[in-house]
């Protein structure tokens, strides 16, 4: 499988989900927000599993109603069917960024993260608009928190540059170990001197917020 634009799954996916799954930040949580790459699908089955809300963005926030709505308690399938992405875009739900609960928790995939908390992702960017938009909408709280899982090998202690609009995470769980990361950055909202007109055209959700 080609790595390029994509974040890379990885062996260990459901064991780190596992570890994630012991955390009284997972515990506490009823409403997760989820990345849809493979290497998280650990993470969203069991989400669903235990009876947690889990919201999937649709790719490339392409559509005026941007996430999908998983409900455990609307579920007519095994949880681990909704839990695929391509199955969530067929059977569940779109709802507007406005119709979302407030986050407990929200799981990225990375490429790479250090354990200060900065984190390299695919590099288009979504996953920091999608923390933008819904910090703007009142559903990031300074208790939401923020989770990546990946392999150790992921886990880097070299310093990764990072803007004003990028998304740091709380915690890092790899199979082996958590790592509570320092005072990771966490954007205000949309950082609009970041984002090209081309961009905000084609994200419906951007274009209904941008002021020229």
């Not at 989820?34 to 889990?54: N, Y």
């Not at 790899?174 to 509570?180: A, S």
Request: glycine content about 6%; aromatic content about 4%; some cysteine.
């Amino acid at each position: 499988m080609p790595l390029r634009s994509r974040i890379p799954h990885f062996k260990g996916a459901e064991e780190a989900a596992a570890r994630l799954a012991g955390l009284p930040a997972w515990q506490r949580a009823s409403v997760v927000k989820a990345v849809p790459d493979k290497a998280q699908f650990p993470v969203r089955a069991r989400a669903l599993e235990e009876g947690k809300t889990v919201y999937m963005a649709v790719p490339k926030l392409a559509a005026r109603k941007p996430f999908y709505l998983l409900d455990p308690a609307a579920l007519t399938v095994p949880p681990a069917e909704p839990a695929a992405s391509r199955t969530a875009a067929a059977i569940a739900p779109a709802v507007e960024v406005d119709a979302l609960r407030p986050l407990d928790l929200i799981i990225l995939g990375s490429v790479a993260v250090n354990r200060d908390g900065a984190r390299i992702g695919k590099g288009a960017g979504y996953s920091d608009i999608e923390f933008a938009l819904l910090t703007e909408a009142g559903l990031v709280t300074p208790e939401t928190v923020v989770v990546t899982t990946v392999h150790a090998l992921q886990v880097t202690d070299t310093p990764i540059p990072t803007t004003a609009h990028d998304v740091g995470v709380d915690l890092i769980v790899t199979p082996e170990e958590t790592i509570v990361c320092p005072a990771p950055h966490r954007p205000t909202g949309v950082h609009w001197p970041d984002l090209t007109a081309e961009k905000i055209a084609a994200i419906p959700a951007l274009a209904a917020r941008h002021v020229a």
